[in-house]
């Protein structure tokens, strides 16, 4: 069974740009969820969707959004990057709400 | 404010010891709570996870001790390895899941 996929792995990008990142959840999984990852805050909830539907979001300014398209691959977008965006962006998928997640191995985003 | 705090930051012990790690919580309406593992480079993975209805969870070496009352969680890792080095997470969840801080534990041959 393959797991939660997440693409690509590394990314630079330039202070001001805009970047897209992707997931693809375990097949059947219908949550899925983001985080961001930095040694100095941890595990940072950024919003969760299930069927489509943006269910929660974390405390993050409305640069970073997300979608999730009908087949549960899930998208999230940062704009107008910054340097305190250097991050590992992790994506988890679950069958439902409040059930163990799956995470992929994440997206290290460097801004420079 | 932290939903989840967790101690201690990070731990050191030698092989064959129990590395016990804490995690609190103040909301009662949290009724998942899991514990992660996660390896340089990689992504959390699902280690354990137990509900508020039983007091204790073991799986294989780890073990899971949830006090209700004292809203207090702990993993316990019996029989350490050098392979259980590694960062720990604990998280709770009700609809929506809150991360504690991490632990690093070393454990030396």
């Known amino acids: 069974k393959a797991g939660v996929t997440q693409t690509p792995r590394y990314l630079i990008k330039t202070r001001g740009q805009q970047v897209t990142l992707s997931c693809s959840p375990i097949?059947?999984?219908?949550?899925v969820s983001w985080y961001q990852q930095t040694p100095g805050q941890g595990l940072q909830f950024l919003f969760e969707?299930?069927?489509?539907?943006?269910?929660n979001k974390g405390n993050f300014p409305g640069r970073f959004s997300g979608r999730q398209f009908s087949n549960s691959r899930s998208e999230m977008n940062v704009s107008t990057l910054e340097l305190g965006d250097s991050a590992l962006y992790l994506c988890?998928?679950?069958?439902?709400?409040?059930?163990?997640?799956?995470f992929g191995s994440g997206t290290r985003l460097t801004v420079v | 404010q932290q939903q989840v705090k967790q101690s201690p930051q990070s731990l050191i012990v030698q092989k064959g010891g129990i590395p016990i790690i804490n995690c609190a919580y103040e909301?009662?309406?949290?009724?998942?709570f899991p514990w992660y593992q996660q390896f340089p480079g990689k992504g959390p993975a699902l280690l354990i996870a137990?509900?508020?209805?039983?007091s204790e969870k073991k799986e294989g070496r780890f073990t899971i001790s949830f006090n209700k009352s004292a809203k207090q969680f702990s993993l316990h890792i019996m029989d350490s390895q050098p392979g259980d080095s590694a960062t720990y997470f604990c998280?709770?969840?009700?609809?929506?899941?809150?991360f504690g801080t991490g632990t690093s534990l070393t454990v030396i041959p």
């Open positions: 988890a998928s679950s069958p439902t709400q409040n059930y163990g997640y799956t």
């Open positions: 097949s059947g999984h219908r949550s």
């Open positions: 969707y299930f069927s489509e539907t943006q269910r």
């Open positions: 909301n009662t309406a949290f009724d998942y």
């Open positions: 137990i509900r508020p209805d039983v």
């Open positions: 998280a709770a969840s009700e609809d929506q899941f809150y």
